[in-house]
């Protein structure tokens, strides 16, 4: 049974940063890729960030490459997506979720699992 959990939302001024976390449980967690999604109010599901099982490589949507960072700590079963330089469009709620299968490619691979989500609000 996989279970996650994101936290770290809150509400941030423009060019602003923030830290999300992921706790991901579950024994495949450690054997898939895992990604950040976003869907702000009105507009669809949108892919952020993955990272491979390892951690060393991540795939980034255009629209954050630069300004955000992903990174995984399998000891401890968390992921989480460092957001710097934050704006307006940034505004969404984020969900972690777990792929499924190792592949870090989100044109190539689902994802099965995810939390409740976590809101993220940029405003001055």
């Known amino acids: 049974q996989v279970q996650v959990v994101e936290s770290g939302g809150g509400l941030v001024q423009p060019g602003g940063s923030l830290r999300l976390s992921c706790a991901a449980s579950?024994?495949?967690?450690?054997?898939?890729?895992m990604g950040w999604f976003r869907q702000a109010p009105g507009k669809q599901r949108e892919f952020v960030i993955s990272?491979?099982?390892?951690?060393?490589?991540?795939y980034y949507a255009d629209s954050v490459k630069g300004r955000f960072a992903c990174s995984r700590d399998n000891a401890k079963n968390m992921v989480y997506l460092q957001m710097n330089s934050l704006d307006t469009d940034d505004t969404a709620v984020y969900y972690c979720?777990?792929?499924?299968?190792?592949?870090?490619?989100?044109?190539?691979?689902?994802?099965?699992?995810w939390g409740q989500g976590t809101v993220v609000t940029v405003a001055s």
């Open positions: 579950g024994s495949i967690v450690s054997s898939r890729a």
């Open positions: 979720e777990v792929a499924s299968d190792a592949s870090y490619d989100p044109r190539t691979v689902g994802y099965e699992y």
């Open positions: 990272i491979d099982r390892s951690g060393d490589n991540t």
